[in-house]
């Protein structure tokens, strides 16, 4: 399923097939947690920003609209109108931040709605089950995510239940593949990795993970607090335990900045809110560095938000007439900057895999970074 083109050093240029199509390596996934974009895009203008991927999250889906409700309506596929590939987080995460009242036991965790105060229990089976419901392309393993800084043993305790865990998401995909009436029967499985900044404890934890045999692993639990160098420091350690065979997902990650780190170390896949969060308040990724909209000093510039960009921003409107819309409060400017935003990372994306396949990945990151860390 995961094809290795190209490397350069721990670089690697690959691809992933799956049964909603191949997606090209390394990849960032747009993030749609309740299947849709924030900030009014559509499935369809994803196609146009070069989106490959589109990540919802389990636990909101599950609260709402009801993952019966989707799964009803063909899938989430057929609700939201996407015929690429679909990746859905367990939730795991979403229950550790968002739900209060939480319990967690060997057989999963009892936590409060952050909507309605309903009392919701979730374990790997049921995570499995409603990510079965959804039909998307790749499901995530339900696991613990620590806030870091964690005692040690208290990490150490989680890594094993979290593997516990991860062995009866393994078993009920493979049962709920199996079935009759599930819509996607070639549902993939990603494990994934945790030990908070504990070296010894995410290499002891990659290395059991890895004997599963999944579809593909991921590296979770970081950019949660951490510095951005102890982030770098963990997947150093952890990245040579990592199947060469198998695509690697950074959870949460990041900053344009974050992703070329990441990519040199060998990660191929990448999500983050980032992207849509900044644009919202009208703060752009361009090629040459950050830039604020909000700042007095564009209220009449001509210029599109990014020179040469292809996005439909900047194909069609200048600074000035969006910076309007952002202050006037009209949607289309949020929509706009966030349709900009998510070329950028797309198309980000593509020049770091025409690196890599041409042996310039250095050098394209080095030139990256000197003008991505500037403010315009």
């Known amino acids: 399923m995961f094809t290795l083109k190209n490397q350069e050093n721990r670089a690697r240029r690959g691809e992933f097939t799956t ?223 990592m199947p060469k065979d198998k695509p690697r997902y950074l959870m949460g990650v990041g900053t344009p900045q974050n992703i070329l780190e990441a990519v040199e170390r060998g990660v191929d896949f990448f999500d983050c809110v980032i992207t849509s969060r900044n644009a919202r308040h009208a703060n752009l990724f361009t090629d040459i560095g950050v830039l604020n909209l909000n700042n007095k000093k564009f209220e009449k510039d001509e210029r599109p938000l990014q020179e040469g960009c292809q996005c439909p921003a900047c194909k069609n409107y200048s600074r000035s007439y969006i910076r309007h819309l952002i202050k006037a409060k009209e949607m289309l400017g949020m929509r706009l900057c966030v349709l900009h935003n998510l070329h950028f990372y797309n198309d980000l994306m593509a020049k770091i895999r025409q690196a890599i396949e041409e042996n310039r990945f250095a050098e394209f990151k080095a030139e990256a970074l000197e003008k991505m860390n500037n403010r315009v």
């Open 19 to 241: 049964v909603h199509g191949t997606i090209q390596t390394p990849v960032f996934m747009n993030v749609g947690t309740s299947a849709a974009i924030k900030g009014a895009v559509s499935s369809l203008d994803l196609k146009d920003v070069g989106c490959q991927v589109e990540l919802s999250n389990t636990y909101h889906l599950h609260v709402r609209p009801g993952d019966d409700l989707i799964r009803d309506m063909g899938g989430l596929h057929k609700f939201m109108n996407w015929d690429r590939p679909i990746l859905t987080d367990s939730g795991g995460f979403q229950v550790f931040s968002l739900a209060s009242l939480r319990k967690i036991t060997e057989e999963g965790v009892n936590f409060q709605s952050h909507i309605d105060g309903k009392r919701i229990f979730m374990g790997p089976e049921e995570s499995m089950q409603i990510q079965s419901n959804l039909a998307s392309t790749i499901a995530m393993a339900f696991d613990e995510c620590v806030e870091n800084p964690a005692p040690y043993e208290y990490v150490k305790n989680s890594c094993e239940r979290t593997y516990r865990w991860l062995e009866r998401c393994k078993a009920e995909l493979t049962r709920l593949n199996a079935l009759p009436e599930t819509i996607n029967k070639n549902q993939m499985l990603f494990g994934i990795n945790q030990g908070g900044t504990y070296e010894d404890l995410r290499i002891e934890h990659m290395k059991k993970i890895a004997t599963l045999d999944l579809d593909g692993y991921a590296i979770g639990g970081l950019a949660v607090g951490e510095s951005a160098e102890e982030m770098y420091r963990i997947i150093d350690a952890v990245e040579p335990y």
